[in-house]
């Protein structure tokens, strides 16, 4: 059309210049201010073309924009759906072998479509096969240990059959074959009767009686012992049983109690046991390092109408040897900040969550440990959905806790494992972090990949941290195994009446971590602590935690 206008006009100025010398100057000027208007109309037209050119440029500019957004979202998708599935699976997300194939594809029936490239991808995995020595039959059988009583059951032949069938005479003794058997007796009751003789003065009986007292016990009047107590705590708190099963189980060795009973002791013994929670709290305040960590955990509230509160266990171990875990109904800051006040310790090992902000905040002296098993769980879990680029991190990753298993096994102190650290580890995390700028930018911000290696960058101060000082670990996952059997009673048990029982629920478990971190019999030692408590005169509770008693727990055991 524009091409047409320019003909049209051209042809005009030469009609002009051909008569030329008949025309007016009116007439001049009517025919320039139409080739004018021309000209305008002419170029508006080319402008609206060029408009519309760039304006058509920019939409087709927004439609490769949303393919692109659309196929990294559909591509994000894919490898989120390949990890739940592995999730769904069961399978250990952070041990290195990876699924076979087929297994991903039970779910291929319910229209789930894995089509990123580096889910077709093969999976070869290669390992090298060493044939097992056969052992001789001795071997393969357990020794039963020594300290386990033994009730011997003697099998002899009858007498007639000591002689020798040929020559009559008796048949001498080589020796005795020995064959052992593990059994087991079940829980055997007893009643504790105490009789206490009553004496009065003939001539003054006005004196009144006289006669021993009672011993303090945990619940006074009450029918329980302490070791019923202590049993009562070790089927729930570390065998994981709910209350319910318990009085079954004692039911079937004639004692029948009622779950509220038993539910009342539990209390009371968290009651009489809150003396020692202070005095793990006043512990892990005066500790170098703490670790931190929380788990949901459900309790019904009364002011909820009976509905479950899903509130949280906050964990703290100071100097790996003293547990605290500590109910609320929330998972803010406040609880940490309140917990913590007061603290001297030195270092806060978290797995980076923002509630521990403000605590590091308020305590400008406490310094932030990151935890590597948190930045290697990410990668783990995005090699296991197919991406190859996370291998070279979890390679680097295993080096930094190879040096960590040399430091162990050779007990290292904490200054030759520092110095461990600076000549092993830092060139390690140093090529961690060059790795991580170099590839960041090839890796989508939602992606598996992507998440993994802004988590490390963006914990990257806290995560070097441990390589600073000897004493403190690689990761936070003392405090993690300690609250593993938090989850497991959770399944069992599934939510706690009250908050009350939450607390109790709480202490109990510290405990019994605290006994392992010590080393220590948790069911002996809970025995004895129940007996010891009600009548203890000491001045400092921190006397009756497990890592005082460790070594004085098999004589108590002996007392009546």
């Given at each position: 059309m524009i091409t047409h206008k320019r003909s049209y006009l051209c042809g005009q100025m030469n009609d002009v210049l051909d008569n030329l010398e008949s025309l007016g100057a009116e007439d001049l000027r009517d025919i320039i201010r139409k080739i004018s208007d021309e000209l305008d109309r002419s170029n508006e037209a080319l402008f609206a073309s060029e408009n519309a050119r760039q304006s058509n440029d920019e939409k087709l500019r927004k439609a490769n924009d949303t393919i692109r957004i659309a196929t990294d979202t559909i591509r994000v998708a894919n490898l989120q759906i390949k990890l739940l599935l592995l999730k769904v699976l069961g399978i250990n997300l952070e041990r290195r072998k990876l699924p076979m194939p087929e297994m991903l594809d039970l779910f291929a029936g319910a229209g789930i479509e894995i089509t990123t490239e580096a889910a077709q991808q093969p999976v070869v995995v290669t390992k090298e096969v060493k044939p097992r020595a056969k052992r001789k039959p001795e071997e393969n059988r357990q020794e039963l240990p020594a300290e386990l009583p033994r009730v011997v059951k003697m099998l002899d032949v009858p007498e007639e059959e000591k002689v020798c069938s040929e020559t009559g005479k008796p048949l001498r003794l080589l020796g005795v074959a020995v064959t052992e058997m593990l059994e087991i007796e079940a829980p055997k009751f007893y009643v504790v009767r105490y009789e206490r003789p009553q004496y009065v003065c003939v001539d003054h009986p006005e004196e009144?009686?006289?006669?021993?007292?009672?011993?303090?016990?945990?619940?006074?009047?009450?029918?329980?012992g302490e070791s019923l107590l202590a049993f009562i705590l070790t089927s729930k708190f570390i065998d994981h049983m709910p209350l319910e099963r318990i009085c079954t189980?004692?039911?079937?060795?004639?004692?029948?109690?009622?779950?509220?009973t038993v539910s009342d002791w539990v209390i009371s013994c968290g009651r009489s046991l809150e003396p020692l929670r202070l005095a793990l709290q006043r512990k892990i305040l005066e500790s170098r390092i703490v670790n931190a960590d929380e788990t949901t955990y459900k309790v019904i509230q009364n002011h909820n109408k009976g509905k479950p509160v899903n509130g949280y266990l906050w964990?703290?171990?100071?100097?790996?040897?003293?547990?605290?875990?500590?109910?609320?109904?929330g998972r803010s800051s406040s609880?940490?900040?309140?917990?913590?006040?007061?603290?001297?310790?030195?270092?806060?090992?978290?797995?980076?969550y923002s509630g521990y902000g403000p605590v590091l905040a308020a305590y400008p002296s406490m310094l932030a440990v990151g935890c590597w098993a948190h930045v290697r769980r990410k990668f783990a879990e995005t090699e296991k959905i197919g991406e190859s680029a996370a291998k070279p991190y979890l390679d680097l990753i295993a080096e930094l806790y190879a040096v960590e298993k040399e430091i162990r096994e050779k007990k290292f102190s904490a200054d030759d494992a520092l110095t461990l650290r600076e000549d092993k580890s830092l060139p390690i995390l140093a090529s961690l972090i060059a790795k991580a700028n170099h590839e960041k930018s090839s890796h989508l911000p939602k992606s598996p990949m992507g998440k993994a290696i802004a988590y490390m960058e963006n914990h990257w101060e806290a995560l070097i941290a441990y390589a600073t000082d000897g004493d403190v670990e690689i990761d936070n996952n003392i405090i993690e195994r300690a609250i593993r059997p938090v989850a497991l009673g959770r399944k069992n048990w599934l939510f706690s009446g009250s908050d009350t029982g939450a607390q109790t629920a709480a202490l109990v478990i510290s405990l019994v971590g605290t006994c392992k971190l010590c080393n220590v019999d948790p069911a002996k030692y809970l025995r004895n602590v129940l007996r010891i408590l009600p009548n203890f005169k000491g001045e400092d509770y921190a006397d009756l935690l497990p890592d005082v008693l460790a070594n004085t727990l098999d004589e108590l055991d002996k007392l009546p």
């Open positions: 009144g009686v006289c006669a021993m007292s009672l011993p303090n016990r945990i619940i006074p009047k009450g029918i329980a189980m004692l039911e079937r060795s004639g004692v029948t109690l009622s779950r509220k964990g703290f171990v100071g100097d790996r040897k003293y547990l605290l875990f500590e109910w609320n109904d609880h940490p900040l309140a917990f913590l006040a007061g603290a001297s310790c030195e270092w806060l090992q978290t797995d980076a």
